[in-house]
């Protein structure tokens, strides 16, 4: 904002300063190339209906009983009095329960895969303690068969992101759960990509075990500040750039640095900050930060002193995304509490239910039950309309795609999962999950749905792993 | 509200009742009862517990004496839960290695390596997993730099050293990829060193005279960690073996015949390929349900691994959650439930299997003469939508409080900066 300001006055002041000054013609700048673009085509889908369902529409509703049509991929229209058009497929709703496919906003898929070993841990470039230069796509192993059994767990869409070992540890990248060779391939259309923040114990301890900075949470501020700072100059240097492009005028184009380009887009609004935070008063500091550098932190992750802050971080509209009842693995997750986040949901604020674990990301929907029911005990009345919210339309809110999937609305892409009944029960599993209304896992036809690479012969030569 | 009123009302009755006389004295009635024997699941039924045992179940139970009459109309009663494989005691936070006590990088202590000294009853980590149904817990050590991790101990949830329930009911020892780490890289080294350590202890057991100071017998492992092993040798306590590859379940079988001893299957990933074997060599499987992750060495786990062994007829004993959340136990089998594994099943697998596998006597069934280590829950027991409104630990009522909730409780209503701090 600041720096918008100084570039317009320093602009009239010249004008005021000359006297017939010439209106130069802008110069055309050749776009910049998108990189590693989505080449991401729904599968093959047909229209159809889900008849006799009740429905979670994801933004708060229940349909009891009820209808949903979907269209060309797009969901086409949700409820009670839908007219259903003649000859279209038709599935039988009738004791199952309809949502949007599941987004989980925090997965290390395909970087930290299964197997689980060395030569495939691709999550964190622990090589210095900002990294904010790396992709987590580009290390993405698509053959993960980690990816299918999420999507067994109605996972539609899932941010990966590299780890928490850096103070800025790269770029996120929001992919949908679809069979793919490529990594483009997966790439959801159109998502913004996140920038990966670490508070607190693990950036300290990876740098000052080896008596580098950071040592201590002091060190991890200093991390960030310089690092906003650099990024503000490099972005002014661009933003000088193009103006003076604007008005004409011709300027050796700034050389580009990995790092600060990936900061700098955050300050342009472009990039979103997913921020591994766990204590509430590092929460806070990290908020002033934000402030400081003029930047929104759109989630919290791991969170697990939300419940400490809700009031503050429903003031400031920053996502907290959470685990149900992970406690102890280090000292600043020892003050988790069952209900927060319910107590999260409770401030108004945006809560969130992440894995961060390729068996938790199967399932999200236990875990949310788990939330709901700790919260209940405790005397709230959370039922399932409120909590389907915390891993579909609060999660597309986190990762900026809110606009095209997370509810069931009309228009929105047609990601569903058909439950064999009310989810939020251990019992409840995944029967038909779709993304862009194409069918892309069907637990009655295991015949019809795609299997990895990986899983291929790989324990029966002559037959599936599963 | 009216929930909350019901549950906060049943723990202060609960409570109080704790500091007065026949304080170990409940009638629940009108439950649904998962009894973990072979009369399976009782509807409509009371529990009566004197003394800190059951002394009745039945129909309309009439109280006799004084007892605190608790309502259990739509809830469900079990055994208070087992987790077969914990740190409970042994660690406080998992990353701050002051508090963890599990293994030990003593170069001589294998087998011997007890870690019963070092449980920690007063732990956090014992009321917020009691208050959620966990009542006992099997504490086992972690590798050190022996193949043999040491002596596992069982507990139950107290906040006293009487918790203590054994101090020695397992051994435990690496296979597969950790144990070839153990032993220099390769499973074949850990083969033999396994195989060696029990002929030696066997040898040194029928030799001992021929030891003494002074004698230069060359033994695979010191003399404490192969006496450590006399009562594996005796069949008096299991091998606990970790392996997950089927061929790897079925080497073990093997050495376990060859030795005449007894062992547990601690993993399992594959074990359903092999179940068969495991069944007809009466070998238990310690295993997650939910660990379906596939890696070289259990490239064919599976969710409905746990179904598929209880059907070749192998007894099943469940773990999960780690430590801090060992109660989650509970979940791990509601997912196995839902993969197959009948309900009744996976009741039997976090109680009675495991006391009588770690040989815990009068535990983990609801019936007369048993210790009335009883959970009362609000919903199904192994649906993850269920929580407890009463625990019992012999008789004893556990108030529904831990750190967590008191946490939970003072920032319930935020008040502010400075007047959190007085919320207790």
């Known amino acids: 904002m600041n720096i918008k300001l100084i570039v317009g006055l320093t602009a009239s002041l010249s004008l005021l300063g000359c006297e017939q000054k010439v209106e130069k013609k802008p110069i055309e700048l050749e776009p910049e190339k998108p990189l590693y673009q989505s080449t991401y085509q729904p599968l093959p889908s047909e229209e159809f209906v889900i008849v006799n369902a009740t429905i979670l529409d994801g933004s708060g509703k229940q349909f009891d009983n ?77 053959q993960d068969p980690g990816f299918d059994l999420a999507l067994a767990g109605g996972v539609t869409s899932l941010q990966v992101l590299p780890g928490s070992a850096n103070l800025f540890g790269g770029r996120t990248v929001t992919l949908k759960n679809v069979p793919s060779i490529t990594m483009q391939g997966m790439k959801f259309p159109g998502a913004p990509h996140g920038l990966k923040m670490a508070c607190g114990e693990n950036p300290k301890r990876v740098y000052g075990s080896k008596r580098q900075k950071p040592m201590t949470r002091m060190g991890n501020v200093l991390g960030y500040r310089n690092a906003w700072i650099k990024a503000a100059e490099y972005k002014k240097k661009w933003d000088d750039y193009y103006q003076a492009a604007k008005e004409g005028e011709e300027k050796d184009k700034p050389k580009k640095d990995l790092q600060l380009e990936t900061l700098a887009e955050v300050l342009n609004g472009n990039i979103l900050i997913h921020n591994h935070c766990y204590r509430a008063e590092e929460m806070a500091i990290m908020i002033d930060i934000a402030n400081e550098f003029d930047y929104q932190i759109s989630t919290f992750h791991h969170a697990v002193e939300s419940y400490k802050i809700a009031d503050l971080l429903a003031e400031k509209d920053i996502c907290s995304a959470m685990w149900a009842d992970w406690w102890g693995f280090k000292h600043e997750a020892y003050d988790s509490v069952r209900e927060n986040i319910a107590m999260v949901d409770k401030a108004n604020a945006c809560a969130i239910v992440h894995s961060d674990s390729a068996i938790g990301i199967q399932h999200l929907n236990q875990e949310s039950a788990k939330a709901m029911a700790a919260g209940n005990k405790r005397g709230l009345k959370l039922t399932a309309k409120d ?28 990601d569903v999962v058909l439950w064999s009944q009310n989810p939020f029960s251990v019992y409840a599993k995944a029967e038909k999950v779709f993304i862009d209304g194409a069918l892309v896992f069907d637990r009655d036809n295991k015949s019809a749905n ?3 690479d990986f899983d291929l012969g790989v324990t029966d030569p002559a037959g599936e792993r599963l | 509200m009216r929930l909350i009123k019901s549950s906060l009302a049943l723990s202060l009755l609960a409570s109080l009742f704790t500091f007065q006389a026949n304080a170990e004295n409940y009638l629940i009635k009108n439950a649904t009862v998962h009894t973990a024997t072979a009369k399976g699941t009782l509807k409509n039924v009371d529990v009566l517990v004197q003394n800190g045992r059951i002394v009745k179940v039945g129909q309309e139970l009439a109280v006799a004496g004084k007892a605190t009459v608790v309502d259990g109309t739509g809830k469900h009663v079990t055994p ?54 966990l009542t006992r817990a099997i504490v086992l050590p972690g590798n050190g ?26 051994q435990v020892a690496a296979y597969g990829e950790s144990g070839a780490g153990q032993a220099g890289g390769s499973r074949a080294s850990a083969m033999k060193q396994l195989d060696q350590a029990l002929s030696d202890a066997d040898y040194y057991r029928k030799n001992q005279t021929r030891f003494m100071p002074g004698t230069d017998f060359k033994l695979s492992q010191s003399t404490n960690d192969l006496k450590a092993l006399f009562p594996v040798l005796d069949r008096k306590t299991p091998l606990v073996i970790s392996a997950h590859r089927a061929d790897d379940i079925q080497r073990l079988i093997a050495l376990a015949n ?21 069944a007809k060599a009466k070998v238990p499987v310690i295993m997650d349900p939910m660990q379906n992750l596939p890696r070289f060495e259990s490239l064919a786990v599976r969710l409905d691994g746990a179904a598929k062994l209880y059907r070749a007829g192998v007894k099943l004993l469940f773990t999960g959650g780690g430590s801090h959340n060992g109660y989650l136990v509970r979940q791990s089998a509601g997912n196995a439930v839902a993969y197959g ?10 109680t009675i299997n495991t006391a009588e596998v770690f040989g815990i006597t009068n535990y983990g069934q609801i019936r007369v003469g048993m210790d009335a280590d009883i959970v009362l829950w609000d919903g199904d027991p192994l649906d993850v939508t269920s929580n407890p409104d009463l625990v019992l630990i012999q008789g004893k009522n556990i108030p529904l409080v831990s750190r967590a909730t008191r946490l939970r409780d003072r920032y319930w209503e935020l008040k502010g900066n400075h007047e959190q701090a007085y919320q207790y």
């Open chain 1, 387 to 414: 909590a389907i919210r915390w891993t579909t339309s609060n999660a597309a809110k986190s990762l900026g795609i809110e606009d095209k999937v997370g509810t069931l609305q009309s228009n929105m892409m047609a």
């Open chain 2, 341 to 350: 594994l009948p309900a009744e099943a996976a009741i039997e697998a976090m």
């Open chain 2, 258 to 278: 060859k030795h005449n001893i007894k062992i547990v299957i601690s993993g399992g990933g594959e074990a359903w390929l092999v179940a068969d074997d495991l």
């Open chain 2, 145 to 170: 730099k022996s193949i043999f991790a040491g002596q596992g101990a069982a507990i139950k949830l107290t906040d006293t050293l009487e918790g203590l329930l054994s101090d020695n009911v397992a």
């Open chain 1, 450 to 452: 795609a299997v990895s």
């Open chain 1, 66 to 142: 009820a209808t949903l049509w979907v269209k060309a991929g797009k969901i086409q229209a949700v409820g009670n009095d839908v007219k259903i058009p003649s000859g279209i497929k038709s599935y039988d709703g009738k004791g199952k329960w309809v949502t949007p496919g599941l987004i989980d906003v925090h997965s290390h898929l395909g970087v930290y895969p299964s197997p689980s070993h060395e030569a495939n841990a691709d999550g964190n470039e622990m090589t210095g303690p900002n990294t904010a230069g790396v992709w987590a796509e580009h290390a993405v192993w698509t």
């Open chain 2, 80 to 133: 208070g839960l087992i987790n077969a494989a914990t740190r409970m005691g042994l660690v406080e936070i998992s990353a701050v290695a002051n508090t963890v006590d599990a293994s030990t990088k003593l170069e001589n202590m294998g087998a011997s390596f007890n870690i019963s000294p070092a449980i920690n009853f007063r732990s956090t980590l014992i009321p917020q997993n009691r208050i959620n149904g």
